[in-house]
């Protein structure tokens, strides 16, 4: 994920008006498939047991403040949104209200902050609940996954 870093302090930055989820998706660049030098060697899922260990691997590198999930096997979350190769999304009040475009070109962290500046504008005059705020990469966004 290019902007890692990037998403990781925005993460940290609003965690107090939101709060933020990734779900780890079928891999982008397995080790025994199209891998690239440098990466983290994961091989492609067999098993949802295969997914959550590679999802604990980035569980490992990102700001308590980030949750993790592992989409299903059968790549629900991915599919309902489009998630492959890297996806923001913002949902406030269960509706999607920023849909960024696919990545890693269209993987635009600036516009999630943008959205937050006025999002803590809009709300910081009055008690709001806090919603919920996912980034989606090498993972994506489902806010309830249903594993069978």
Same mark, same amino acid.
């Given at each position: 994920?290019?902007?890692? &870093? ?10 107090? *008006? ?11 660049? =397995? ?17 949802? &047991? ?12 990102? =700001? ?6 592992? &989409? ?31 990545? =890693? ?23 709001? =609940? ?14 309830? *996954?249903?594993?069978?």
């Amino acid at each position: 994920m290019a902007q890692f &870093d990037r998403i990781c302090r925005t993460a940290v930055a609003y965690s107090s *008006i939101a709060d933020f989820l990734v779900v780890y998706i079928e891999e982008a660049h =397995p080790s025994d498939g199209w891998a690239f030098r440098g990466n983290i060697a994961v091989s492609t899922h067999r098993s949802i &047991d295969d997914r959550l260990a590679a999802a604990s691997v980035l569980g490992n590198a990102v =700001p308590s403040c980030v949750n993790i999930v592992a &989409d299903c096997m059968d790549n629900e979350a991915n599919r309902a949104y489009g998630g492959l190769f890297e996806r923001l999304y913002v949902v406030e009040g269960g509706i999607v209200a920023y849909q960024g475009a696919r990545g =890693p070109s269209g993987f635009r962290v600036e516009e999630v902050e943008r959205w937050l500046r006025l999002y803590e504008t809009r709300t910081s005059s009055k008690s709001a =609940p806090r919603q919920f705020v996912s980034t989606v990469s090498k993972d994506s966004l489902s806010a309830v *996954i249903n594993c069978p």
